[in-house]
């Protein structure tokens, strides 16, 4: 990167850390917690909490309507760079996924940066999903049909987690959904297609991501695909989803290593526009599609 641009980015990476990172929090959750009136009725929605790494976190069990006693489930993690966002931003999100899949949801929250530097995010992802495992009577789930689930640096979480889980144990994930997932937090990648796809927007916010992570380092996503990886469902934006290159590449990559895989893109649809479904009809068929594909995935192998 050169001079003047690397001094631009500190600079607005400055100026949104000086903004108070708390102040975004609370607009995040002001602006999408809670705000759909409109949910679809569901048979449970119990709150938990779970032994991460970082400490005691909060857990939310969504059970849908007619869901059988012990039946398959969705481990679904939070995005938000890491550093924003909780369980009750995506509370909705995960209303609508176990409504459309038909199966149990169980959204999992994990230590947030710079509070609990990276890469707590992933151990606290690996407890959440031990966890689950162990407490699978209590909560209903049967262990032999699961799936993960995340948007952006959720998805990555729940990539993660589900490759190592594979390579544990051959097909223990049977499935991932993941909504525009933030593949990997590299600046030079970014920077070769700076000026298209909202790249220069999502430079940005890599820049404060990686602010926030001090001197740790993601792996990409794209380095872990292979026989491990489940059978993938993707969801992106287009020219206005930074990460929408990302998801295109990971899907290419799946696909040359024999992993079933689709990509949805949703034209004009900008990243993280799942989150609004109280006013995006688009939002809520994308994540009506995306849990169909878990819930016929998980009850069926489809």
Not at 106 to 132: K, V
Not at 168 to 192: C, M, N, S
């Amino acid at each position: 990167m050169n001079a003047p641009l690397t001094s631009v980015f500190a600079e607005r990476v400055a100026g949104a850390h000086r903004f108070g990172l708390e102040r975004v929090r609370r607009a995040v959750r002001f602006a999408v917690a809670h705000r759909d009136r409109k949910l679809p009725r569901l048979a449970q929605i119990r709150n938990l909490d779970y032994p991460a790494a970082s400490g005691k976190r909060a857990a939310r069990l969504y059970v849908p309507l007619h869901a059988a006693v012990v039946g398959p489930a969705v481990l679904f993690f939070h995005g938000g760079g890491f550093v924003i966002s909780d369980i009750e931003t995506h509370d909705a999100l995960c209303q609508r996924l176990a409504d459309a899949a038909g199966v149990r949801v169980l959204s999992a929250a994990y230590g947030l940066a710079p509070e609990h530097p990276f890469p707590s995010q992933i151990e606290d992802a690996r407890a959440a999903f031990a966890w689950m495992l162990d407490q699978a009577a209590d909560l209903g789930i049967d262990v032999d049909r699961l799936a993960v689930a995340g948007d952006s640096a959720g998805a990555y979480l729940a990539a993660t987690v589900a490759s190592e889980a594979n390579a544990r144990q051959t097909r223990a994930v049977k499935a991932q959904g993941l909504f525009y997932p933030l593949v990997h937090l590299d600046d030079e990648i970014w920077a070769q297609t700076l000026l298209r796809d909202a790249r220069l927007i999502g430079r940005l916010a890599v820049a404060y991501i990686n602010a926030q992570l001090a001197d740790a380092r993601a792996p990409s996503l794209l380095d872990a695909v292979g026989p491990a990886t489940p059978p993938t469902f993707l969801v992106s934006g287009a020219l206005l989803d930074p990460v929408h290159p990302d998801a295109v590449a990971y899907a290419k990559a799946l696909e040359a290593a024999g992993v079933p895989v689709e990509l949805k893109a949703y034209p004009g649809q900008a990243h993280g526009f799942v989150n609004f479904t109280h006013v995006l009809p688009v939002a809520v068929e994308a994540v009506a599609a995306l849990g169909e594909r878990l819930g016929k995935a998980l009850r069926d192998g489809a």
